[in-house]
């Protein structure tokens, strides 16, 4: 029998020509060990130390894929006795088998690791003003320690909305009052808080086709009737939205640059949806995707500037523009609903926790806001630059669009199928068939950000994509 208090012996192999991090690898291999039953429970795991000798790794590497180990329940620290091997592993399927794993398919994957090649909605890594970030984090948490034990604000700190405000007159044109802001943890809570409030259960709902599917999902969730509207050159084609659903209780529409294409709504367009909304009665829900990072000239104003902008929802978040990890966001409400988004931000889903609030309002305070996108734009049109020149050689007529490319594929090809190829070699594109509501209408290709695209890995994250796609 195996003395439970012997280091156990490991096979991990750790492959340094793959995209894949290496820590996200040594990490996998220990935890197929436990779940596959290799490791018994009880079992005392190598030392960070030898196992860091045995791979040529560093320490700190080992103890970040110990502490995942941990935070999954799957190991815990025995102090002297090591890290062992849980007694009982969590229970990951019901009694049945049926996985409980459904809903999170459609997020992009992995979860709270490194950022992949080519992945989506992720700011760039390497460029995270980390220490900066840490230093006002740190004095954010003291500051939050010694404050009032009472109920903060629902709609989030009073210095933080009024900083909000000023930023949004200078970068989006808008002229806001502060009250008239409420803080989200992000995109989704924001787009919770104006459904729930527009009371959309049972109306109906234009959406941009092609349009983000986690918002297309939102809508099925809350009950809402959807009415996909197609996009052009110019952005979605609001002719087409009365033709299909004169009656619509709101459109879900990103102006600033259109996710996934990145077409801004042309002037036109943006008159006849204001127009609409006006004479119809109907609300615009404002995604403002990527407003404040356009790479090609000056960003247009949001739609919740100037004329119209009692009929719009402004929801901003500042996942692409720091981190979606510090679960931040804003809504800036028009003057009628206000109350009403507020009534349900106070009741159901009110402001995130203060630490973070009180870290970005001096982050705001203090210019670094403003610098840090200078800095990210230029730094994103340089790597879309060079991905294009890669990308362009293996996958002819891939366009820019955002912070990122789409790379058109044949219609006989299947995307969905490529992708998870993908993902299993450590890049993550995304498919564009996956962003149609009517899939006899989709178009296929790949949606391949930049953001994450250095210098030490752009060749071979572009050459394994290359096999890929020229192997299927």
């Not at 500042?318 to 507020?342: D, H, M, Q, Y």
């Not at 044949?410 to 070699?425: F, L």
Request: hydrophobic content about 45%.
């Amino acid at each position: 029998m195996t003395d439970p208090n012997t280091p156990a012996v490991l096979s991990i192999q750790v492959d340094r020509t793959t995209a894949v991090p290496i820590g996200d690898q040594i990490h996998a291999n220990l935890r197929r060990a436990i779940v596959d039953g290799r490791l018994a429970p009880g079992q005392r795991l190598p030392s960070g130390r030898d196992l860091a000798v045995q791979l040529g790794v560093a320490r700190g590497t080992i103890r970040v894929a110990y502490d995942r180990l941990m935070a999954e329940n799957l190991v815990f620290g025995a102090g002297p006795a090591g890290t062992r091997v849980c007694a009982r592993l969590p229970i990951s399927r019901t009694d049945d088998g049926t996985s409980l794993d459904g809903p999170l398919a459609g997020f992009t994957r992995p979860y709270s690791s490194a950022p992949l090649p080519f992945q989506m909605g992720v700011p760039a890594q390497d460029a995270f003003p980390a220490k900066l970030w840490a230093r006002m984090r740190a004095r954010a948490a003291r500051a939050d320690a010694i404050a009032y034990t009472a109920y903060s604000d629902p709609r989030g700190e009073p210095a933080l909305r009024a900083h909000i405000a000023s930023h949004l007159a200078v970068s989006r044109r808008m002229q806001c009052h502060p009250d008239q802001i409420i803080v989200t943890s992000g995109y989704r809570h924001g787009l919770m808080i104006a459904l729930t409030a527009l009371r959309a259960h049972g109306r109906k709902a234009w959406i941009e086709e092609p349009g983000f599917p986690l918002a297309r999902r939102a809508l099925e969730l809350i009950g809402a009737v959807i009415e996909p509207v197609p996009v052009d050159a110019e952005g979605v084609r609001v002719e087409d939205g009365i033709a299909s659903a004169p009656d619509a209780l709101l459109a879900l529409v990103t102006p600033g640059q259109h996710a996934p294409l990145g077409v801004p709504l042309s002037s036109a367009r943006r008159h006849a949806l204001l127009d609409w909304a006006a004479a119809s009665g109907a609300w615009i829900i404002e995604d403002d995707y990527l407003g404040e990072l356009q790479l090609d000239g000056r960003a247009a104003p949001a739609l919740a500037a100037g004329a119209g902008a009692e009929r719009v929802i402004h929801i901003g978040a500042f996942s692409k523009t720091i981190s979606p990890a510090l679960g931040l966001g804003f809504v800036v409400a028009p003057l009628s609903v206000a109350e009403r988004l507020v009534e349900v931000s106070a009741v159901l889903a009110p402001a995130p926790n203060q630490t973070t609030q009180l870290a970005i309002t001096e982050f705001l305070a203090g210019g670094h806001f403003l610098r840090h996108l200078r800095q990210m734009k230029a730094l994103y049109a340089e790597r879309r630059s060079l991905a294009l020149q890669h990308v362009s050689e293996f996958l002819p007529g891939t366009l820019t669009a955002g912070l990122g490319l789409i790379a058109p594929l044949p219609q006989t090809a299947n995307d969905s199928t490529i992708v998870g190829i993908a993902r299993a070699r450590g890049l993550a594109p995304s498919a564009l068939s996956s962003w149609y509501l009517r899939r006899t209408h989709a178009q296929r290709g790949l949606l391949l950000s930049v953001t994450n695209l250095r210098l030490d890995n752009i060749d071979a994250a572009c050459a394994t994509l290359a096999k890929i796609v020229a192997s299927y």
